[in-house]
């Protein structure tokens, strides 16, 4: 990856994170505030966050759903970065492995994937279409390491077992949710969306980017 390839900007899939961003009810919001002014410090706005790590685009970590689970800090870096395929499976309302099986995930170690769920920062949506227990098993067969959403959950939203996320965590597969992958066609990409250095934390929000592979032409 040659990041500083001009000819091919990086394209910005991550929700903007201020006060209308939607939160899990019940939840965190995020918000920010100049805890410090230009006038107060005579030098220098100083800003203060308090948010939920899982408002706006986000990385999870097995801690989320294992209290005996890895942290944020305690993940391999390489699951963020690299090559990602973006699959459109806006016709599915649940993502199992019979969906899978018709897809193009030949040597996908990132899969991205486009649901039915519009980009809407701003609103929580009322359902989604969730990952089913065979459906994150036969990913983590094929050797997945990350799978993103454009949604708040891989799982239903009212689940309490969760079973999506210890089945991917347990077969080591990294996770992030509310990509905004509307605009994106399907097809392979380069993927950056690398969590923050949060100790001891069960999740972090993430800048994602992508863009799209060279053609073999190189142009
Ligand atoms: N599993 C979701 C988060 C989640 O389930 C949640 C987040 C905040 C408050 C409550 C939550 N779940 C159950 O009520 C996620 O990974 O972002
Ligand atoms: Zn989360
Ligand atoms: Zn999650």
């Known amino acids: 990856m040659n990041v500083c390839d001009e000819s091919r900007p990086w394209i910005d899939i991550s929700q903007p994170l201020n006060e209308k961003t939607a939160h899990w009810p019940g939840d965190t919001p995020f918000s920010y505030e100049t805890a410090l002014t230009k006038e107060e410090t005579g030098s220098v706005n ?8 899982h408002s706006g685009t986000h990385a999870d970590a097995p801690f989320h759903v294992n209290d005996r689970g890895a942290g944020i800090l305690d993940l391999d870096l390489h699951a963020f970065l690299g090559l990602a ?3 459109d ?5 649940v993502l199992d492995e019979k969906l899978f099986r018709t897809l193009d995930l030949d040597g996908t170690a990132r899969l991205l994937l486009k649901t039915s769920v519009p980009n809407r920062p701003e609103r929580f949506p009322e359902a989604v ?7 994150a098993l036969f990913l983590a067969e094929l050797g997945l390491k990350l799978l993103g959403v454009d ?15 210890h089945t991917l965590f347990e077969t080591g597969t990294a996770v992030l949710e509310n990509l905004m992958l509307d605009d994106l066609p399907d097809g392979d990409y380069e993927l950056i969306a690398l969590p923050l250095p949060l100790q001891g934390a069960d ?3 993430v800048r994602a980017v992508v863009r799209p592979l060279p053609n073999e032409k190189g142009d």
């Open 203 to 205: 999740g972090s929000p």
């Open 129 to 135: 279409p969730a990952l089913t227990e065979d459906g």
């Open 85 to 87: 395929r973006i699959v």
């Open 46 to 53: 100083i800003g203060r966050m308090t948010t939920s790590l």
């Open 151 to 165: 949604v708040p959950s891989i799982d239903p939203l009212d689940s309490r077992e969760v079973q999506a996320h």
């Open 89 to 93: 499976v806006s016709n599915a309302s």
